[in-house]
């Protein structure tokens, strides 16, 4: 494919974005002596470089890209919405496309969420969903409650409020102190459970649900607000619910009074397969928050769809939930979210990925004869895969091996061989996966022999 620029442009191009461009969660000392990868056209799964170099967008951007890319049709409905009314807000006022968009989503969502408050991103939904929680129980006279439950090394986002509900210290501490009231409690990786529940994942599950019951009680029920659980927990590669766990966190929540809110930023729309990641692993929540995939990228929004329960006292008299987004339920945003769900039911991509899962997840299992891979884990197009030193021991890489291992060699070099995807160590070091939902077996062929050229390449370097 012919590249969109030349050599001059280039060259311009990586000289402003070095003067200029602030990267997020980049360390940008390592463009010192290396060009900034710039992608700069997107077609199906793929997504071209400056230089016209094809990639295999192995992470759908950022959990993000469900669709693929270059849906014009998607464009196209941004673009009549922005001619027609480009901005207003949803304070006091309401359009019609986020009148639209909101009466689709409750028609979508499980149970009796039937309210939909919009956001611009995935840390303002979390956001959002504690000042919910908070005011809602001191409105209805329980002022006490204002703590939350979350799980270690979960990540639900970076602003203020939700950096105190994610469980990953190395990203808190620098913004430290936080709000009060973030409360860990175990995450479900069941390679890595407690030896006394590590050959029974149904004990293992009850185990870690019954780990949220006993830090509702250690802090005290009445001080408790919310639970923020994923459906699949992201950060730390790829943790399935055990079977029941979820079933018990309800019961929990139910006994205590306390919310239980479904962080669906990543699970839903389509990554598990459903429109929910509730659904999936059925349970209720009481909130759900959402955001990337609602667009699959080709405009900002996100929000937090609410139980009529919750939505009650704010219903009726004078009281007012006081917290509003500038952008948030932009008409822009809303009609490509309503383009972007009409591609998912033209297309069937949730049935895509319930007829492929089992095909993605087997192929990625071939990766297991190699010594450097322990475990490979997910649901529907979001798998992780941990790397291991001694596949017999589970023994893990240190910090400086992982530095080395991840920063200095893998990340770099499943880039260069054509995939995106991510290699991370908040936890142990795993790759994640989380391709677009369109994708099918050549796809997940292509990821399997990018993967196992490049990690017979790190094992022969370690």
Known sequence: MSTPYGPDEIAALQEKAKRHLWLHFT????????????????????????????????LAGLFVSQIGHGRTEVAEAGARQASQLAYFPLWSYAHPQAVALADRLAGLAPGDLNRVFFTTSGSEAVEAA???AKQYFRTIGEPSRYKVLSRSI??????MGALAITGLPGIKEPFEPLP??????PNTN??????????????????????????ILREGPESVAAVFLEPLQNSGGCFPPPPGYFALVREICDRYGVLLVSDEVICAFGRLGHYFGSDRYGYQPDIITFAKGVTSGYSPLGGMLVSDRLMEPFAGGTATFLHGVTFAGHPVSCAVAMANLDVFEKEDLLGNVRANEGTFRSTLEKLSDLPIVGDVRGDGYFYGIELVKDKATRLTFDDDE???????????????????CRADDRGDPVIQLSPPLICTQQHFDEMEQILRAVLTEAWARI
């Open 180 to 185: 009060p009231g973030g409360v860990r409690v």
């Open 130 to 132: 504690w000042k919910l």
């Open 154 to 159: 979960a990540y639900h986002g970076t602003s």
């Open 190 to 215: 069941f390679y890595r459970a407690p030896e006394f529940v590590a050959n029974d994942i149904t004990a293992f599950g009850a185990w870690a649900a019954g780990e949220i019951e006993q830090a």
């Open 27 to 58: 360390r940008m000392s390592s463009y010192a002596d290396a060009d900034v990868p710039v992608i700069v056209r997107g077609e199906g799964a793929y997504v071209y470089d400056q230089h016209g170099k094809r990639y295999l967008d192995g």
């Open 402 to 420: 992982s530095e080395r291992l991840l920063r200095g060699f893998l990340s770099h070099a499943l880039f260069d061989a054509g995939l995106v």
